[in-house]
């Protein structure tokens, strides 16, 4: 069968190609167009071959491999020193503040007592003083760095008569093994002065007699400050507060103070709508005492709603605070918001100052499973002792909360807010979410745009809160207390 179609020129024979003179060869025979395999055999004469030892160090040792090694090798460390000055700059820039050196009592919460708590029935015994001793180690355990001891003296005692205790609370001997037992276990023990009347002590102002003719009471505090005492507390109704009286007191503290046992003056300030028998406030200056406590709550003699909380809790946040702050809780609270409480203050920036008996106690009955007013305490102790920003953050209220629009003509109260601060301190910040509101609640998004997408539950309140969180689509539940970092 014949390949070729007929009388196709470009189809036939090769010996009738041979015959016309056409070859695939030029006139001297030779190729005019080079095979593939020829094409192939040229590229691999054009690669090279690797340099062999002799060659390599030939070139090694000739000024221009020199020249390019020396260049390449400057480039390098000029590079890496610019990186590390960058990096320096950087961290020297960065808001990286030194954490300041915190006295005692700005480490951790205050609590106090009331030793008439633990007389027996039949007030007899005198064992007060010694169960307060054995709840030291409980209270340690809490995170508990201070005890104010109320109730110790008399009503009516007189100034010169205030180193003699409630008989029915316990001995002089027994107050020693507590302050002992306080040494031992690392916790200072102050006395409340409150609602004594020591008015006697500044009203004699001659100038040939001696500071302690004049006050009556300093040879009294001097007694319970050679005993161990770590200072005392004072109220701003007391009709003794005056600046001669702190003054007079600040000065004896001082001078049988230590370095490592310093003793200090705290002053309990009531609330403007509190009831007050002494107007004056001769604490303007913040150098006459250590400590100021705030409450949080106005005085009522009736618990306060949710919306009321939430607003006294709104005033205090957007306060500003000159001096290091100390907050207690001070109203009376609905049970549904005593951890709400608990958790703002406790994370709050300064002293916390908790009840005994109101706001911890080891018989509290627990209001939900796996959750005591004691373990919730405990955790915050815990989280306050390892994030600085809580202590020495700089604390910035937030509006977070969606805004709901109350409906005309409706008798409903508006639904108390999700009220929201931020503690930044360093390259940490701290976002503490409370919900006073009996419904679920979610952040406003314009709101939430400010702050890290994405941050670490530290504690809630709720059950189920564990790892990373989202913001956007977060829910607090009813009455639930949230801390959170980025």
Known sequence: MSLGAEGDPSSGSMAARRAAGSTPCGPGGSETVPLLISGIASNSRLHLAPMNKKELLSVVGSPGWRKLHALLGSLFWVGWLATVGVAIVVIAQSPNPAAPRLRWWQKAPFCRLQAALFLD??????????????????????????????????????????????????????????????????????????DLDFRDSSTLNSSDQTEESTNPVLPGLRFWLEQGVGGFSICDTDAAYSVHTLLVWRDLMRNLSQEE?????????????????????????????????????????????????????????????????????GGVLPGELQNILMVLLMTLPGTPVISYGIDISPSQVRRRPGHSDSALFRSLSQLRSREEALILGKLTFLSLSNSSQTIPGSALPPSPPTLAFLCSWSCTRILVLLNLSPDIQRLDPRGVRSLPAAGVFLLSTGPGRLGSCVLETLQLQPWEAVVIKF
């Open 261 to 329: 046992n310093e003793r200090i003056l705290v002053v309990s300030k009531a609330e403007e709508t509190g009831p007050r028998r002494n107007v004056s406030d001769p604490v303007g200056n913040h150098s006459l005492v250590d400590m100021i406590t705030r409450a949080f709550l106005p005085w009522s003699p009736r618990p306060l709603s949710a919306q009321d909380v939430a607003v006294a809790m709104e005033t205090h946040l957007l306060r500003p605070q000159r001096e290091w702050p100390s907050w207690t809780v």
């Open 121 to 194: 029935s039949g007030h007899t015994g005198a064992r007060a003083i010694n169960e307060v001793r054995d709840r030291l180690p409980y209270l340690r355990n809490l995170g508990v760095g201070a005890l104010i001891l109320e109730g110790l003296f008399p009503r009516g005692l007189p100034a010169p008569a205030i180193t003699k205790l409630n008989e029915s609370l316990g001995t002089l001997l027994q107050f020693q093994q507590l302050l002992a037992e306080g040494h031992k276990t690392d916790m200072r023990i102050l006395l409340d002065l409150c």
